[in-house]
C-alpha cells in the first residue's frame, strides 16, 4: 500500500490572470479525513480542481500514484467528487447521469442500485437536473460520488444547499464510508461543521496552506446565541481570548458575540461559551490577521 493516496506539489496556480494558489504541499494517507477551511475567496476550490486536475498549474498531483494531467482517467477512476455547484448536463436525465457514470465505472446493475438509493433519489430518475431544486440536485450529485465505492471522496462544501434532512443522511454516509477505509478530503468555510470527524483540520488562507501546527494563527469566532448570556462566562475564558462585541443583532432574541484569540484554543473557546448556558444557534470563522500583530 502506499504511504499517500493523494499527493500534490503546488507551486502556483493563475486564474484569470491571478495567482489563487502558491506553494501549497498536501499528502493524504488512506483512510485519512482531512477538512480544509478558509475565508470566502482564499482558493478552496481551486486547490481541490488543481488536485483533480481540472485546471491548470505549475507542479504535480498524483492520486492512488497516477498524475493527474498525464493519466487523468485513472486518477479519476479512483475518486467520487462533489462539486460545489452541482455540474449536470441539462439536456440528460438524473437517471441517464447515472447510467453513463455507471458504464464508465464498469458497476453491475446491482452496484447503480445501491447509489440510487442512498440519497433517495430513484423518485427522480426521469427528471432533468433544471426542474430540481438545490438540494435535490446536492443529493444527485452525492448520489454520484459513491458510484463504484471510490477509495477517495473529494467533497467541496458539501453542506451547501441542503437541507437538515440531507445533511443527517450525508452524516452518516460519510461515517460509514470512513469505518471502511475510504479516504476524504472535504473543504469547509465552518470549522465548526459536525458533518465529517477530521483526522486533520487544515486552513488555507490567500492562497497559502497552514496547519494547526503553524502558531500563532489568530481567528475571530461569531456566534449566535438565543438570548444576552451573563457576564459570568467571559471570565473563563482561555488565555488571550477578548470579547470584542456582545449585542442583540436585530433579529428576534438572539444576541451577536463576537470573540478574538488563537487559533490553537478555538475550540476552548466554543466550550467554554457553551458551558454558559448559552444555547448556540450558528458560528462563523473568520481569520485575523490584527492579532498577529
Request: proline content about 6%.
Amino acid at each position: 500500500m502506499r504511504a499517500f493516496i493523494v499527493e500534490a506539489e503546488i507551486r502556483r496556480v493563475v486564474l484569470g490572470g491571478r495567482v489563487v494558489l502558491r506553494d501549497v504541499n498536501l499528502k493524504v494517507r488512506p483512510g485519512e479525513t482531512v477538512v480544509i477551511g478558509g475565508p470566502n475567496g482564499a482558493g478552496k476550490t481551486s486547490l481541490l480542481r488543481a488536485i483533480l486536475g481540472l485546471v491548470p498549474m505549475e507542479g504535480t498531483a498524483r492520486i492512488g500514484g497516477h498524475d493527474v494531467h498525464r493519466d487523468h482517467r485513472a486518477a479519476m477512476a479512483r475518486v467520487g467528487y462533489v462539486p460545489q455547484a452541482p455540474a449536470l448536463f441539462p439536456e440528460m436525465t438524473v437517471g441517464e447521469h447515472f447510467r453513463l457514470l455507471a458504464a464508465l465505472r464498469g458497476l453491475s446493475p446491482a452496484g447503480l442500485a445501491e447509489a440510487v438509493q442512498a440519497f433517495g433519489v430513484s423518485a427522480y430518475l426521469e427528471a432533468y437536473p433544471g426542474t430540481l431544486s438545490g438540494g435535490w440536485l446536492q443529493r444527485v450529485s452525492l448520489a454520484l460520488a459513491l458510484l463504484g465505492d471510490p477509495p477517495v471522496l473529494v467533497l467541496d462544501e458539501p453542506t451547501a444547499h441542503i437541507d437538515r434532512t440531507t445533511r443527517d443522511l450525508l452524516r452518516e454516509v460519510l461515517r460509514q464510508k470512513q469505518a471502511q477505509g475510504v479516504t476524504v478530503l472535504m473543504t469547509t468555510h465552518r470549522l465548526e461543521d459536525d458533518i465529517v470527524e477530521a483526522d486533520r483540520t487544515l486552513w488555507l488562507e490567500d492562497g497559502r496552506l497552514a496547519s494547526e501546527a503553524f502558531e500563532p494563527r489568530w481567528v475571530r469566532l461569531k456566534a449566535w446565541v438565543l438570548r444576552r448570556p451573563d457576564e459570568d462566562w467571559v471570565r473563563h475564558l482561555p488565555p488571550d481570548w477578548q470579547v470584542l462585541r456582545l449585542a442583540p443583532d436585530g433579529f428576534g432574541d438572539s444576541t451577536c458575540v463576537v470573540l478574538r484569540g488563537p487559533w490553537a484554543s478555538r475550540w476552548e473557546a466554543v466550550q467554554t461559551l457553551q458551558a454558559g448556558g448559552n444555547a448556540v444557534i450558528r458560528i462563523d470563522w473568520m481569520s485575523d490577521q490584527e492579532g498577529e500583530a
